[in-house]
Nanobody, 126 residues
Framework: QVQLVESGGGLVQAGGSLRLSCAAS????????MGWFRQAPGKEREFAAA????????YYADSVKGRFTISRDNAKNTVYLQMNSLKPEDTAVYYC???????????????????WGQGTQVTVSS
């Protein structure tokens, strides 16, 4: 069974940093696309970043580009989201998602992802 487990969320002040982790298990992920999404209360789930597992090709939403970095550790089957220069508007539940072999890394559509983690809360204070 595919399982995605996020960790690393917490409370930080504006301008601070956090690194989220997504431990993936249950299938071979090489060649697939992994993504990070976030959802604030009362808002739609929005795309943050994605990575093609094998080659490491990345894509970022304009709202996080230059501040967030997505990466992966193949040996650990873990995807990371390094978040720097955090802003209060970054406050949300962050979800790790796993797509299939045809999930385009540059596509921000959550419907293209097949599996989701439980989410981890990120709160950025002023």
């Amino acid at each position: 069974q595919v399982q995605l487990v996020e960790s690393g969320g917490g409370l930080v002040q504006a301008g601070g940093s956090l690194r989220l982790s997504c431990a993936a298990s249950g299938r071979t992920f090489s060649g697939y696309t992994m993504g990070w999404f976030r959802q604030a209360p009362g808002k739609e789930r929005e795309f943050a970043a994605a990575i093609r597992w094998g080659r490491g090709t990345t894509y970022y939403a304009d709202s996080v580009k230059g501040r967030f970095t997505i990466s992966r550790d193949n040996a650990k089957n873990t995807v990371y989201l390094q978040m720097n220069s955090l802003k209060p508007e970054d406050t949300a539940v962050y979800y790790c998602a796993a797509g299939g072999p045809y999930t385009v890394v540059a596509s921000p559509n959550p419907s293209e992802y097949d599996y989701w983690g439980q989410g981890t809360q990120v709160t950025v204070s002023s």
